[in-house]
């Protein structure tokens, strides 16, 4: 059973950096497409990022667009997600996801897509 472990959350300050990482152990990570979602208080989740299997083709959402930077180093299970110039916007839980499919890039901004899931970070940026 694949277990993903987010961590590198915090509280920060309007235009500070932050990165996250996600662990993934006991099951397959490097044939699969990652994601990161999010969800904020008394909001959906929603979809921020999402990166191949060999981390050579990245997705964004377009309110994190040039601020984010999604990667993975398949050597280490991690995917890792750098925020810069982090906005109140962007306050919520961050989770990463392993895609349901192997090679597969097919809704990549579903999170209906994604088997499954870490328990979340908190990324709450102040004003």
């Known amino acids: 059973q694949l277990q993903l472990v987010e961590s590198g959350g915090g509280l920060v300050q309007v235009g500070d950096s932050l990165r996250l990482s996600c662990a993934a152990s006991g099951g397959t990570f490097s044939s699969y497409v990652m994601g990161w979602f999010r969800q904020a208080p008394g909001k959906e989740r929603e979809f921020v990022t999402a990166?191949?299997?060999?981390?050579?083709?990245?997705y964004y959402a377009d309110s994190v667009k040039g601020r984010f930077t999604i990667s993975r180093d398949n050597a280490k299970n991690t995917v890792y997600l750098q925020m810069n110039s982090l906005k109140p916007e962007d306050t919520a839980v961050y989770y990463c996801?392993?895609?349901?499919?192997?090679?597969?890039?097919?809704?990549?901004?579903?999170?209906?897509?994604?088997?499954?899931w870490g328990q979340g970070t908190q990324v709450t940026v102040s004003s």
């Open positions: 996801a392993r895609n349901s499919r192997t090679y597969y890039y097919g809704s990549i901004r579903s999170g209906n897509q994604y088997t499954y």
């Open positions: 990166i191949s299997w060999g981390g050579g083709t990245t």
